[in-house]
């Protein structure tokens, strides 16, 4: 078979930058509006939360991450004023973080920001192309047993 294109390693390198360059637009856009000390391993965290909140060992669990690591993202968001420790009425050890004002308009930006940057994919590459690629991302992480698992990297 006649490999066409990029060599393998290109590709992946490729789809690196391109996330990496993803992320830092989402968070240049977020400091704009005043989150400016938000991080992309702080996004993997908010989407890990359910509703009802979530304790460091939960977020450690749910982002495949250390209990230590969690317990110091937890503190970090705390102290930034995205989070706060919450009681647990069946439960009065559990101490759940649940999001503040403060997170939830982080979450709100972050959430438009990305539909943004979404037309501008679309715009630049083609609507068509965008949700291939969509489709592609999706197959390659059914293929890989990656469905749905967020795991900070950076």
Do not use: C
Not at 40 to 48: L, T
Not at 66 to 71: D, M
Not at 121 to 142: H, I, P
């Amino acid at each position: 078979m006649v490999v066409v294109g990029r060599e393998g390693w290109e590709l992946g390198v490729g789809l690196l930058m391109a996330a990496r360059a993803l992320f830092d637009e989402l968070h240049r856009r977020l400091a704009e509006q005043g989150h400016p000390a938000l991080r992309p391993a702080h996004g993997y965290a908010f989407q890990a939360m359910s509703p009802s909140g979530a304790t460091a060992s939960e977020l450690a669990g749910r982002l495949h991450i250390s209990k230590q690591a969690a317990g110091q993202m937890a503190a970090e968001l705390e102290r930034l004023g995205y989070v706060r420790r919450d009681s647990d009425s069946r439960d009065a050890r559990r101490r759940p973080l649940v999001l503040t004002a403060r997170g939830a308009d982080a979450l709100s930006r972050s959430q438009a920001i990305f539909a943004d940057l979404k037309h501008e994919w679309a715009a630049r590459a083609g609507a068509s192309n965008v949700e291939q690629a969509a489709a592609t991302l999706d197959a390659l992480m059914e293929l890989y047993g990656q469905e749905g698992r967020l795991r900070p990297v950076w």
